[in-house]
């Protein structure tokens, strides 16, 4: 598809890339800093990581 596609359509494949990459990378930060505290929390109940 690559060779068949407009400047347009490379550009949207790009951005959606870009955008997709920033989203992957926010929940891998969000998920080893909530590791980091040692404690997980869901539906508000802490829960060991070590449990």
């Not at 060779?3 to 359509?9: E, I, M």
């Amino acid at each position: 598809m690559g060779y068949s596609a407009n400047s347009n359509v490379k550009q949207a494949m790009e951005r959606a890339h870009a955008e997709r990459s920033q989203a992957l990378f926010s929940v891998l930060a969000w998920l080893f800093r909530s590791r980091k505290s040692g404690v997980t929390k869901s539906a508000g109940i802490g829960i060991s990581r070590w449990a």
